[in-house]
């Protein structure tokens, strides 16, 4: 335990050093590169509390990803294009302040997230899976259709959004907001971890049955997990189309919550920085490897093979021994 | 004049064509100790599932406290003080054997809902789950991983679990499965002074353990009771005899 | 609307499918016997796809090219049951889903780098081509019918293998009681590296056949994978049977609704927004159908009770 918490702060230094020294030697593309990885982690981030703590192996996590970057979207094209958003009860202009649409987002997929939660968890095992991964379809397919939002092109936002205080164009500045995000998810993922909370939680995905018998429900705990989930991820989507200045109906695709998940299992299922250290390889070596080869998915493929035949619980797992032992 | 705590009435389970409850009625008084014996495939299984809340009967009730349950899921008839025990050990694995006791704790104060205080810095739940681990004589394992735990410390655990939970009424899937002659008897001995704080329905495979416990017996064949009664009695009963000790009448 | 434009769409769907019945089958009896999770079945579908591609291209033969789909399929699944699969078993599904994830990389990086980027095509043979006249004057594609004929004559063998000869005897026995086909002395490995081929096969014919109708390109298995899953998600997993009703089902919701839904919403909505609305609603339809079998059903239409 002591050994994972060492590796976990020199990833956390390691993470924000690399866009430090880019700063330094003027490599805003490598600052890039770090936020990607910072705002994939956020979003793994999430999912690990469905995944890891509440045993819900979600293939759905998109459609969080989506809404959040949807939120950002359609706020601020409606802000930019000056054309108010008639919600009908109210008339409402659209904004380019991030911490409103931040807000927008985390709202909008906790409430995404509690309704497909709400009849996902009617199944369990690979039914969960494939039905978390319905809805997220259901939502890839409405946004190709959305033609108001750009249908199957999506939005381009012109200028990134604002943040008080700060200049956001700056890329540095950028990745510091990213970073304070995924350090904020973080701490909450501790302390939800220790809490009464995450105790039950953490029983109802191993013994589901003796959660029931001391009069707990054990899918109303992992529903909540599921919301709570859902939101950090919607978080991560809102900035990752802020990064890009643009979304598209892409954010919602299988493809992207089939990466958080291989995310997840190459950092470490149910550990704190599992994603965080998946995120950072997973960019790391789209990188280097993409730069060797284009034929570098190969090399990948094997690597995260040999993760599974021979680093069982991940990297994490690998470095610091299997989960809960000192 | 005695006080039911617990109590069947006529309750009927049917799988198919198989009934593996056949209009049972049982019924558990303060104090007591009421064991419930059978051969395998008699519906004992059933019969704890329907009285816990896993399985609705097809008809007839359950009674806790005077209160029909029958309609009521497995997590509200614990909120009622129905305290359980698995046959296979049902505990967190992965966790120390604090936290799982923590879990019953945390289920008796009914206030999981707190996501930012750390649980072990709770004196109150830590003092419940700690003086239920020392009454099962575990409190020496308190950070032991379950998974590390021997099998007659895990049927421990599983006993402390419902402890914590202060209940009205025990059920236990057979304690002692598993355990060898020493660790059947050091948990008869505990079970015999647990009467006290509540009655124990007891479904048990252990046939001295069961004499040496039972205020009463019940003897389950095919899903039906054919028999209940003291020790005395059930060991001269004629039916009983032929039905499930095998002798010819 | 005409009866022949809804006849020739319900064999549009039927064939769709049949075709989607090949890739489930397999899929399903390798999660029902194994409990694995095979994400590189698309891949599978994809390599027999490819071989055919090449065999044709070489011989002219569109026979010898389905053998070849099959045998490729079938050797690759060998290949990758002993080498990776193999260890996954005891595995949770998680580490199913990375490793056969990873394979998937490795399987369309590996077929790129063997056939370029470039997509390839297959030809429908002269002896299959061109339309034929179905009682009832519709015109409906020859090749298309076969293929119906085709997928109905496999699951039909495939039924047949499952229930009447010994190995299915030893596949069903796998699916209810791992244990109890070990102590009957089966060799467990070899029958689940047979398994493992026969699925393999399926979906590397169903990759040649579909092959010929669309183009051959890397990445070809992934959205029949999806689909696949759907499939056997909503007939319940394990269930050959339940694969089939899926497969029809996902193949008629899904060519039935992209035709009729935009049709069915011009009668109460202006053209363009019918069109658009229609066209999603279609597409969405099938994981609607997903979802609403799962929330009444939730272990399929014909899976085992929880």
Known sequence: ?326 | MTDTVLETRGITKSFGSLCASDGISIDLQAGEIHAVIGPNGAGKSTLIHQICGGLRPDAGQVLLQGQDVTALPTAARARKGLGRTFQISALAMEDSVLENVMLGALGASGRPWRFFVPVMGDRTLRDRATAALERVGLQDALHSRTAALSHGQRRQLEVAVALTLDPRAFVMDEPMAGLGAEGSKTLTGFLDGLRDQAPILLVEHDMDAVFALADRISVLVYGRIIATGTVDEIRRDPAVREAYLGDPA | MSTILIIEQVLNGLQSGVMLFLMAAGLTLIFGVMGLINLAHGSLYMVGAFAAAAVAGVTGSFLLAVLAALAAAAAAGVLVETLVIRRLYAADHLDQVLATFALILIFSEGTRLIFGSFPLYLDIPSWLSGPVTLPGGIQYPLYRLALIGVGLVVAMLLWALIERTRIGIQIRAGENDREMIAALGVDISKLYTLVFALGAALAGLAGALVGAIQSVQVGMGEPVLILAFVTIVIGGIGSIKGAFVGAILVGLTQTLGSVFLPVLFRLFLDPATAMSLGASLANMAVYILMSLVLIFRPTGLMGARA
């Open chain 1, 1 to 326: 335990m002591i050994r994972e918490r060492y590796v976990n702060a020199a990833l956390l230094a390691g993470l924000l050093a690399v866009p430090l020294y880019a700063l330094l030697v003027d490599e805003p593309f490598t600052i890039t590169l770090a936020t990607r990885a910072v705002i994939l982690a956020l979003a793994a981030v999430g999912l690990n509390i469905a995944l890891g703590w509440g045993g819900l192996v979600s293939f759905g996590h998109a459609a969080f990803f989506g809404i959040g970057g949807y939120s950002m979207g359609i706020l601020a094209f409606h802000a930019q294009n000056f054309m108010p958003l008639d919600l009908g009860f109210m008339v409402f202009d659209g904004t380019k302040s991030m911490p409103v649409i931040w807000l927008v987002a985390i709202i909008t997929s906790a409430l995404a997230a509690f309704l497909i939660g709400l009849l996902s968890l009617r199944t369990s095992g690979v039914y969960f899976i494939m039905i978390t991964l319905a809805f997220a379809q259901m939502f890839y397919y409405f946004a190709i259709s959305w033609s108001r939002y750009g249908g199957e092109d999506g939005i381009s936002i012109y200028i990134r959004n604002d943040f008080p205080g700060l200049n956001t164009l700056v890329p540095i500045q950028f990745f510091g907001i990213c970073f304070a995000a995924l350090v904020l998810a973080l701490w909450l993922n501790a302390r939800l971890v220790a809490s009464p909370f995450g105790l039950a939680l953490n029983a109802a995905r191993q013994v589901p049955v003796r959660v029931q018998t001391v009069g707990l429900d054990p899918t109303r705990l992992k529903l909540v997990a599921f919301v709570i989930s859902g939101a950090i991820t919607g978080l991560a989507g809102a900035l990752f189309a802020d990064l890009n200045r643009f979304v598209s109906p892409s954010m919602f695709s299988w493809h992207l919550s089939g990466e958080l998940i291989v995310l997840i299992i190459l950092g470490g299922v149910g550990r704190l920085m599992g994603p965080v250290l998946g995120a950072v390889l997973f960019v790391a070596l789209e990188h280097f490897l993409g730069g060797l080869t284009t034929h570098w998915h190969i090399a990948l493929g094997a690597i995260l093979l040999g993760v599974v035949l021979f680093a069982r619980g991940g990297v994490i797992g690998l470095l610091c021994g299997p989960k809960g032992q000192s």
